[in-house]
Every structure is written in structure tokens, then in C-alpha cells.
């Protein structure tokens, strides 16, 4: 594949250039407007909810989601469609609990929620700490999978110098996509990926459907025997489900998927960007719409690379099935060596470049925000009493601007912190990183999120307790997992010092977040201000004073 993709390198970089070319002059064109926080943060909140669907969708359909679910597909057939089912399930629980309650009660971040009722610092600090954790977790797993993508597509095989070079030029250019843009240009650049991801999955999909005459049992058949391992490709049991422990952590990575898309700051983020509480609503349900079309797609390109290019050439490729789209791509265009087969091989790979570095600039925006309206503020005026929507009592104009300059330095901050653990990482196995990220959102940030909107009793010690009581054991478990330790394909995988038999923590993690929550609460010597959850109450359900 390196070889095919060595013969056209020029296509690639072309095709690479002309999206960046894109996403700099919309960046550039957003950048003249007034930096307000408004402006910076939420894009002066002028979005329609399908221009805000479509960045929703595009935030939340990284290049683990088009390369790695129909890599697992094609690898493990039943068991890798399991993923898609998570991921899309996810969507119901942020429509049904989470977007129309969080766009009324806060302004720019999930702090805003939590300290609508609460004391500021504590719960600012709190909040922050675990939403930047998140994001950067995130963002080492993106980049590190920038680094391994292009730089097989550009040729090199993907050795340390392109990979590392890659990783640092993703880093500079989602720094320049959130200092110089803020939110408006990161959004318009997730539309714009949005549909070229859409448009090249649709693509590939027909295509696939076209080989096998439209006939989707034929292409299960055919897939079953381009496995090698017959029907049991189509049942349950060839990843999970081997031994009790393996059932435990699909259980546990479900719950991961399942809850953290309602406590992942880049997509919370993304509800203040709309006028109102509505339009937020009618955003998740454009952006369900999309996701699950994009899902449903990604189970037939699986299943396509199982059946057209075999499940052991796909692992032969990349032992985690990340090639098997551009492989199916380039069979699909003509096959190795051909024109056609370099094209599709080519586009593909714009594609997920493009994909990449949508999702790196999202994040790296929320996680900004979260650093200067959350930690830098707390720090600021710790003592400033909550007003509407978890703003300040005092905020003259210099204190607004002078947030927005702190962002566009934590832009800079947090993408160099994500570069150098980026370049630690390369080589190691990033898969968990995601899985992580998910684990530690649904674990600190949906307890307290949850509790804060529907709990008359809840207190700041409740919502300080539920944030660390589920992200330290979150990050605690993980390091003491077999994903750290005691396996070949560990991080570390000369010692072992796991105790922790699951690689993802959420089945403990995510109930020990809630109880901390209800234990900090109960155990609280202040009282819960039944005046101000009334206020936040009605503001939630009606809008009535939302920001």
C-alpha cells in the first residue's frame, strides 16, 4: 500500500494542500471579526441548527470512527459492529437529558452549569481540571493516529521522522485554527469535513454495494469467507465474550461509549453556538441523523473489507484494521498500482487528514475555554458570586478580552503539551487513549452534570466529590490495567505491575463518580439553596434568562 501510495504522493499532497488551503482562509476570513467572548467562544451564537448539526457530527466523527470501527468490522465482524451501536446509542442519552438543559443554563463551558447553584472556585477548578484531562487525552490519541495515517499515505512507511513531523504540523495548525479563528472558524471548518467525510463514505458505500449487486446478504456471505473464519464471523464471541473478563470489559467500554458523549467538553461546547434552547435540540437531532446514517455506512465498509480484500490482509497491513477503508478504497478504484486505485487510495486519505484535523481543533478550542473561563477566572475572582448562566458578578469589557487572550495562549499551551506526548506515544498502543477519554468524561463529568440538573439536595461538595471521585480512579485504574502493563503490546511492556484486569475502567469508575457524588452531598455541612435550583430549574425547562 505504501508503495501504491509512494507512485502518486504528488496527488496526495495536492489534495492535502487544498483542504488546508480552505480551512486557513476560512480561519483567516473568521479572524477579522471582533474577539469577543462571545465571538471566540461560541460564534456569537449565530449558527442555524443544521450548520451547528453538521459541526456537531463533524466533532464527534474523528478518524477513529471512519478508520478504526470499519478496521475492527473487517477484523472481527459482529463483535466490531458492536462499536457502532455504542457510539450512535450514545446520542440518545445527550438528546433526551443534556442539550436543550445545558444550552439554557450555561454560557460557554460545563462549568457554567455546575456553578449556576454552586460556589464558583471549587467547582470552576473542578470541572476544569477534568475537561482538560479529557481533552487532552483526546487529542495525544488523534494526533498520534495523524502521525501513523499520513504518514503512510505521504509514503515513508510511516517511519519516526515523517510521523513526528506530521504530529507537529497538525499541532501548529490546530493552534493557528483556535488562536486566530476561535469558534467560528473551528465550526465551519467541521462542516466542511463534514461533508467531504459524508460525500467520500457515501462514495465508497455505493461502490461497494455496486460490487455485490445491491445484495447485502451476499456481501455478509462473501465477507464470512474473506475472514477465513466462517460463520462465526457473523456471531458474537471473536473479541469479546472469549471468558468472563473479556464480557466485563465490553460491558464496561459500552458504558464508557454509552455516557461519555454527554460529559465530552468539545461536544458540550457545541450547544452554546445556537440562539436558543431549540435550535440546540434541533442540532442533536440533525446531528443523529448524520451520525447514523455515517454509522450505518461504516458497517457496510467493514464487512466490504473483509469480503473484497480478506480480514488477514487488512491485519497483514495494520494489526489494529486501521487501513482496511484505504484498502478497500484502492481495490475498489482498480487496484494496486493503477490510477484509479491511487486516486481513491489518495482521496481516502485527504479525507481522514481532513477528519483529523477538525476534531484536533475542536477539542483544542473547548479545552482552551475551559482553561481560561474556568481555571484562569477561578483564579482571578475566587470570591465572585454566581450569576445567570455562571457569570460573574463583575464583568466589565477588560476582563471579557482578557479571557479571550488567556484562551488563544492555553490554544498554544495545551497544543504543545499534546505535541510532546504525541511524539512520547508514537508506536505505542493509542486505542485505549479514546476509550479513556470516554471513560473519564461519563466518570467526573456527567455525575456532577446530572446531579446539578435534576437533584434538589445536590451541593458544591457533591459536585467537587463526583468530578475526582470518578476522575482520579478513572486515570488511577488505566495506569494499573494491562494496557499499561504485562502484555507485548503494552505501554510499558518489559514490567507488570497491573492489578487491574479490564482495559477500560468505566464498569468501576462511572457508579464510584455517582456515589462520591451522592456520599459528598449527603456528608455536606451547607445546604443545598433551594432558591437558586428553582431558578436553574425554570431556566433549564424554559429558557426564561438563559444566556
Request: include cysteine; hydrophobic fraction near 50%.
Amino acid at each position: 500500500m505504501a508503495d501504491s501510495a509512494g507512485e502518486h504522493q504528488g496527488l496526495a499532497i495536492v489534495l492535502f494542500t487544498v483542504f488546508v488551503s480552505v480551512t486557513l482562509a476560512i480561519t483567516a476570513w473568521a479572524g477579522r471579526r471582533r474577539s469577543s467572548s462571545v465571538e471566540f467562544f461560541a460564534g456569537g451564537r449565530l449558527f442555524s441548527p443544521m450548520e451547528n448539526g453538521l459541526a456537531i457530527a463533524g466533532d464527534y466523527m474523528s478518524a477513529a470512527s471512519f478508520l478504526g470501527i470499519s478496521g475492527l468490522i473487517a477484523l472481527f465482524g459482529y463483535d466490531g459492529l458492536l462499536y457502532s451501536v455504542g457510539f450512535f446509542v450514545a446520542w440518545l442519552v445527550v438528546l433526551m437529558l443534556v442539550a436543550e438543559l445545558v444550552r439554557n443554563c450555561g454560557r460557554y463551558t460545563m462549568a457554567d452549569v455546575l456553578s449556576a447553584r454552586m460556589k464558583q472556585r471549587p467547582v470552576r477548578i473542578a470541572a476544569g481540571t477534568a475537561s482538560v484531562t479529557v481533552s487532552i487525552l483526546y487529542l495525544v490519541a488523534q494526533m498520534v493516529g495523524a502521525g501513523s495515517l499520513v504518514g503512510l499515505l505521504l509514503g515513508g512507511g510511516g517511519g519516526s521522522g515523517v510521523r513526528a513531523w506530521t504530529v507537529v504540523g497538525v499541532g501548529a495548525l490546530m493552534v493557528f485554527y483556535v488562536s486566530f479563528g476561535g469558534m467560528r472558524a473551528t465550526t465551519w471548518i467541521q462542516i466542511v469535513k463534514t461533508v467531504l467525510l459524508i460525500g467520500g463514505t457515501i462514495t465508497l458505500t455505493v461502490m461497494v454495494m455496486v460490487r455485490f449487486h445491491g445484495d447485502f446478504g451476499a456481501l455478509l456471505r462473501s465477507a464470512a469467507a474473506g475472514s477465513g473464519r466462517g460463520d462465526a464471523f457473523l456471531a458474537p464471541g471473536l473479541k469479546y465474550g472469549t471468558n468472563a473478563t473479556s464480557r466485563l470489559d465490553f460491558i464496561s467500554l459500552g458504558m464508557a461509549l454509552v455516557l461519555g458523549t454527554a460529559g465530552l467538553p468539545h461536544i458540550l461546547s457545541r450547544f452554546y453556538t445556537v440562539p436558543t434552547a431549540r435550535s440546540a435540540r434541533r442540532s442533536v437531532v440533525w446531528a443523529i441523523g448524520l451520525i447514523g446514517t455515517f454509522y450505518l455506512m461504516t458497517i457496510v465498509l467493514g464487512f466490504g473489507a473483509a469480503a473484497v480484500v480478506g480480514s488477514d490482509t487488512v491485519r497483514d497491513s495494520n494489526a489494529a484494521g486501521n487501513t482496511a477503508v484505504p484498502l478497500l478504497a484502492e481495490i475498489l478504484g482498480g487496484g494496486s498500482g493503477t490510477t484509479g486505485g491511487t486516486v481513491m487510495f489518495a482521496i481516502v486519505g485527504a479525507v481522514a487528514f481532513a477528519t483529523i484535523l477538525a476534531v484536533v481543533a475542536g477539542i483544542t478550542l473547548s479545552s482552551s475555554a475551559s482553561v481560561a473561563h474556568d481555571l484562569y477566572a477561578s483564579w482571578r475572582t475566587p470570591n465572585a458570586p454566581a450569576k445567570q448562566g455562571g457569570r460573574h458578578a463583575r464583568d466589565p469589557e477588560g476582563e471579557i478580552e482578557e479571557e479571550v487572550r488567556v484562551a488563544r495562549f492555553a490554544a498554544v499551551g495545551i497544543g504543545a503539551v499534546a505535541i510532546v506526548l504525541s511524539l512520547f506515544a508514537q508506536g505505542q498502543n493509542i486505542a485505549f487513549l479514546v476509550g479513556l477519554a470516554f471513560a473519564v468524561a461519563a466518570s467526573a463529568n456527567l455525575p456532577a452534570l446530572l446531579y446539578s440538573l435534576f437533584w434538589h439536595r445536590f451541593t458544591t461538595r457533591g459536585a467537587v466529590w463526583a468530578i475526582y471521585g470518578g476522575l482520579v480512579p478513572a486515570l488511577l485504574l488505566v495506569v494499573l490495567s494491562p494496557v499499561v502493563s504485562g502484555r507485548p503490546d503494552a505501554l510499558f511492556p518489559g514490567v507488570d505491575f497491573h492489578v487491574f484486569p479490564l482495559e477500560n475502567p468505566g464498569l468501576v469508575s462511572i457508579p464510584l463518580g455517582f456515589l462520591m457524588g451522592w456520599v459528598g452531598t449527603v456528608l455536606s455541612p451547607e445546604l443545598a439553596d433551594e432558591g437558586k435550583y428553582a431558578e436553574t430549574e425554570v431556566r433549564s425547562l424554559t429558557g426564561a434568562g438563559a444566556a
